[in-house]
Nanobody
Framework: VQLQASGGGLVQAGGSLRLSCAAS????????MGWFRQAPGEEREFVAI????????YYTDSVKGRFTISRDYAKNTVYLQMYSLKPEDTANYYC??????????????????WGQGTQVTVSS
């Protein structure tokens, strides 16, 4: 499994960015796909996931109403559309996949495949 993330950058507070993560190496239709983020000196934290079958989505409270996760099955790609960005959203964003849904979906230890990370920096 390989995950290639892209789309990060520098943006002013209130701005928008769209992250993409292309997965390869197998068919991911049934996989849970998602995003975590990690700021310097902090632990990797859950941002959002989207399930494979029913496309159910889950978000951490701090991004609800501002971020939207989606996926393109044909392209094996997961997206994270981020609006109304805040300086506290600054972090390295990592995409991940899991072959099934885990009830502790917010726990980074439940995921074994990670992309290389894409940096998002929000200036005030």
């Amino acid at each position: 499994v390989q995950l290639q993330a892209s789309g990060g950058g520098l943006v002013q507070a209130g701005g928008s960015l769209r992250l993409s993560c292309a997965a390869s190496g197998r068919t991911f239709n049934g996989y849970t796909m998602g995003w975590f983020r990690q700021a310097p000196g902090e632990e990797r934290e859950f941002v959002a996931i989207i399930r494979g079958g029913n496309r159910a989505t889950y978000y951490t409270d701090s991004v609800k109403g501002r971020f939207t996760i989606s996926r393109d099955y044909a392209k094996n790609t997961v997206y994270l559309q981020m609006y109304s960005l805040k300086p506290e959203d600054t972090a390295n964003y990592y995409c991940t996949v899991r072959s099934n849904f885990h009830v502790h979906y917010w726990d980074a230890k439940q995921y074994y495949y990670w992309g290389q990370g894409t940096q998002v920096t929000v200036s005030s």
